[in-house]
């Protein structure tokens, strides 16, 4: 059963049946609930019943800032909030000064009366699929009655904290899959919006050429609304299209191998329901996936590169023992790669983008958001080797978007027989995200099943 959701939250809100600051009394005792420790790294009680204040007068008066106004949400800890200090996930930023003023992504939210409860949990300074943190601890993945799994990463706890029922709107960052993953693995919705949507500022980096920002929510209507009032919008300029209109593509390459079984067979009944419901879906080649993944693997990943660039006197200096070793290995990597493959890279990448949209025109893409379900974090925590196949394996779909420059959308699909979750995405070339969100409208209920 799908939880209770923004739009309604914020109808109850505009009615008056529910009231801003009650609802952040309702938050704050569903965080003590849940009880995971790892989710915040730090609560903003102070600033969100300011907030809430704010925000029931304007509601009493009939003059909402927005449709959210009043609603509660929560960003991960790579948003600047003024007069704290960013974490990153990571310890070794304690010393830094706090912000000077909040990113303009929370700036905006703040003028759409977004009420912020606090600063998510993440993997250290973004970098992984997975979402382990050893320094604020690993949010636990609330779906499922067996051992605690992974949360997905690196967005971890914005996905966590949605599935939990906590807020119903999250904000995360997604380089490599961050949103998609953590949306797939925790049953929720996530929008990698295309890069250049949102603005950077105050956000901190991971690959300023590939890092993008969205919405974890529970449904795609939600992320809509969430983007339509942070772009300052008084209505959504998005609506379903007709699912006849929807002509969907198959890649034959890559994003299907090494699917488990669960993935497989609920992607393989999405498909069968879309189609019988009218939409049309091609299978296509696509060898420049094939071409993509090889370039990564035996030339650069262009996100290590940058990532190198920027923490080069953390990882070369005393700091480099109190960062997560997986995180610093993965970064490390790129120290091998010559100018030569750098330049080989952006140009080859540059050329893989043309070749790939002129292929899909103006279809969507669709595939598994990632290959399984969220796995046990004990293993993973145990073996660096386990981890570094299941990271690798976990972000090798939505990586590949990343690289090619897709926006994307990961849609709850079902469950496997441990009830974990699976996701279904849609992808489209950079700045068709309208097109994308008016298709997870239309087809959202026929994912799901």
Do not use: C, K, Y
């Given at each position: 059963m799908r939880k209770t959701s923004a739009s309604t939250i914020s109808a109850d809100l505009r009615s008056g049946r529910l009231d801003p600051l009650d609802l952040v009394d309702q938050v704050f005792a569903r965080i003590a609930e849940v009880g995971d420790p790892a989710i915040f790294t730090e609560t903003l009680r102070l600033r969100?019943?300011?907030e809430a204040h704010a925000a029931r007068a304007r509601l009493r008066a009939g003059n909402p800032a927005s449709l959210l106004d009043g609603l509660p949400v929560a960003w991960k800890d790579l948003f600047d909030f003024k007069d704290r200090v960013t974490t990153a996930g990571s310890a070794v930023l304690a010393e830094n000064a706090p912000a000077a003023q909040d990113a303009a992504l929370v700036g905006a939210g703040a003028r759409a009366g977004l009420v912020s409860v606090g600063a998510l949990n993440m993997t250290e300074f973004a970098y992984s699929g997975i979402g382990l943190n050893p320094h604020f601890g690993t949010p636990r993945n609330p779906n499922g009655s067996g051992p605690a799994r992974s949360p997905?990463?690196?967005?971890?706890?914005?996905?966590?904290?949605v599935a939990a029922d906590i807020v119903p709107i999250a904000f995360g960052t997604d380089t490599g899959g961050s949103i998609r993953i953590p949306a797939a693995f925790n049953g929720v919705v996530g929008y990698k919006t295309s890069t250049g949507h949102y603005p950077m500022a105050g956000v901190f980096p991971l690959s300023p050429t590939l890092d993008t920002l969205g919405p974890l929510a529970h449904s795609v209507e939600d992320c809509v609304l969430a983007d339509t009032v942070l772009r300052g919008l008084q209505a959504p300029e998005v609506h379903a299209a007709p699912v006849?209109?929807?002509?969907?593509?198959?890649?034959?390459a890559v994003m299907f191998d090494t699917l488990s079984p669960a993935v497989s067979m609920n992607f393989d009944a999405s498909v069968a329901r879309l189609e019988q419901a009218g939409a049309r879906v091609r299978r296509i080649v696509l060898p420049e996936l094939t071409e993509t993944l090889e370039l990564i693997t035996h030339r650069a990943v262009l996100v290590a590169v940058e990532a190198l660039d920027f923490h080069w006197d953390r990882l070369h200096g005393p700091d480099v023992a109190r960062i997560d070793p997986r995180?610093?290995?993965?970064i490390?990597?790129?120290a091998k790669t010559t100018a030569v493959d750098y330049a080989i890279l952006l140009r080859e990448r540059k050329r893989l983008i043309a070749a790939v949209n002129a292929r899909i025109g103006t279809a969507l893409l669709i595939c598994p958001t990632t290959p399984s379900v969220a796995m046990p974090i004990a293993a993973?925590?145990?073996?660096?080797?386990v981890f570094f196949h299941h990271n690798g394996?976990?972000?090798?779909?939505?990586?590949?978007?990343n690289f090619l420059d897709w926006c994307g959308l990961s849609i709850p699909n079902g469950f496997d027989g441990d009830m974990m979750p699976t996701g279904f995405m849609i992808s489209a070339p950079h700045g068709q995200d309208r097109a994308m969100l008016a298709a997870g409208l239309a087809v959202e209920d026929i994912i799901r099943g």
């Open positions: 969100a019943e300011a997905g990463g690196s967005s971890s706890a914005s996905g966590v904290v006849a209109a929807l002509d969907f593509v198959i890649p034959d995180v610093v290995r993965r490390m990597n790129a993973l925590e145990a073996d660096q080797e394996l976990t972000l090798r779909n939505t990586s590949l978007g």
